[in-house]
């Protein structure tokens, strides 16, 4: 009697409904949306990335059109105006500045959430893996990051593309070369830092192999400063991809970037065509700010030091 | 008569030190030196020492965390140290390990569901997911949570809880051994009794046997069948508990006896306690001999010669002059 009653308390124990955790991730969530200016930004980069995949759609002109109309008569024609439909204007060529602005968007975003994607995903690995496994394995790979970062790495890209033609995928390849560097150092020290901590003792002592630790204990655990890094990076990126562009080494006409544009409007900006510089210069500086923004605020909310 | 569990010959662990200089040899720590004991099935084997003497690393050797040297034979004739991971796999299964900090041993990104389900992941990759929870959700009421909080993170229960969260992982696969590494040391003493009495309760209903290291001496006389005194790597002293509590022989046991608060003021205030002067030594430079001859009321030249092998019936005793405790040996409580 005794035990069927017993039976049935645990079976209706069993069945009560799960209670919701409250996980981590969701607590900072909660301090990352207390943030306000973390918040802003977060809209303005989210606007800034409808900008780049809708703006087309906006766009009177396409980017490849010249406006005859206004060719060679930038200054005096080429303001911006609702009327011809030039939202931003025209560079000198009588190209619309607005669709131009979008395809600069859309590149710049591209090579930094690329740029920093690859530093996420190598970067992570390598780091996790190093600081892991240890001894001589993780003297030789950080070695080896020591020896890439001592590259003067602006140089050797400029050679690159000097030397394989200007490409998107030259650059890809270029600034993914050595974007995660930096990060698989800091995931390295994070890694050394957990690894010792019993709940990892814990796994391997009930035998998980160490790629299954790697992957469902250490990253998971170090995926907030990586995420940090990661957003921090983004801005780096489309700032070394704009200084290659603004050196003329960049994406090659008619491809565009902020970079490129920034350096056509500077180039003019004495003839009375100020639109041709502030416009895209414009967008870059609040994609950086809110960048840097949502970054700082994704530390106070992921950091566990500052609760 | 029984096999026993597990029988340890001569185990040793030892870490290699960074030289301190480029041409000079590397040190050698030797944290567990030569350590015998038999495990029979269902029993419990209490680790009692101080700090540094060796007691974890102990443990984490029998379960494979740190090289070791010499003999762990499991039940079925298998030496345990310097198995290839792969066919330790298998023995991880039966042998189990419950952490000393708590919430430091579970994961904080995983939910109780997940840390509790991952032995299982590990060792019975036939087990469908539901077939998983369920049995995650069992094991957790049997370690007295409740099933409902299968979706909770680690920081939102109690130390206790977090314990027991930990012992559920340990015991998901239905392990043959336990290996408990200080359980309760991090937890208040009113919860040290409730997951002390639930680690007994779990041993008798599933059998188990446990090795219980602990540095309180009354919790370890409280769950222990037999007890292992260890100092700087070595056992001095292995006996029945009950044995061991009224009759220690060994003067290192006998000091750490005496240090035991009595809760009973009048009879506190008139303890003698034997005062163990200094440090624990350096395991990297060990005192020849006996390893407690450093700091023993008793040491004469022999015990700096001669290093005592651990000797006796049933009451095992590494020391030149073992028995009762002398009169001259104690001092009154200050």
Known sequence: MVDTQQMRSLAARLAEPEVRGRSPWAD???????????????????????FAIFGNQLAAWSNEEMDFAVMGQAAQLGAPSFANGHYFGTDDLGRDLFSRTVQGTQVSLMVGLIGAGIAVIVGTLYGATAGYVGGRTDAVMMRLVDILMSIPYMFVLILLLVMFGRSMTMLFLGIGLISWLDMSRIVRGQTLSLKNREFIEAARATGVPAWKIILRHIVPNILGVVAVYATLLVPLMILSESFISFLGLGVQEPLTSWGALISEGAGTMNYGTLWQLAFPLFFFCITLFAFFFVGDGLRDALDPKDR | ??????????????????????????????????????????????????????KSTLARALIGLVPASGHAVWQDGTNLIGLSPRRMLKYRSEIQMVFQDPLASLDPRMTVGQIIAEPLLTHRKDLGRDEIRLRVKDMMDRVGLLPNQINRYPHEFSGGQCQRIGIARALIVEPKLVICDEPVSALDVSIQAQVINLLGDLQRDLGLALIFIAHDLSVVKHISDRVLVMYLGRVMELAEAEALYADPRHPYTQALL?????????????????????ELPSPMNPPSGCVFRTRCPRAEALCATERPELQGGGHLTACHFPGALRPEELSKAG
């Open chain 1, 28 to 50: 900072a969530r909660r301090r990352f949306r207390r943030n306000k200016a973390a918040m802003v930004s977060l809209f303005v980069l989210i606007l800034v990335a409808l």
């Open chain 2, 1 to 54: 008569m029984t096999t026993p569990l597990m029988t340890a010959r001569d185990l040793r662990v030892r870490f290699e030190l960074p030289a301190q200089g480029l041409f000079q040899k590397p040190r050698v720590l030797q944290a567990v030196s030569g350590v015998d004991f038999t495990l029979m099935p269902g029993e419990t084997l209490g680790v009692v020492g101080e700090s540094g003497s060796g």
């Open chain 2, 258 to 278: 005496s240090a035991v608060p009595v809760p009973d003021p009048v009879l506190e205030r008139a303890k003698r306690i034997i005062p163990l002067r200094g």
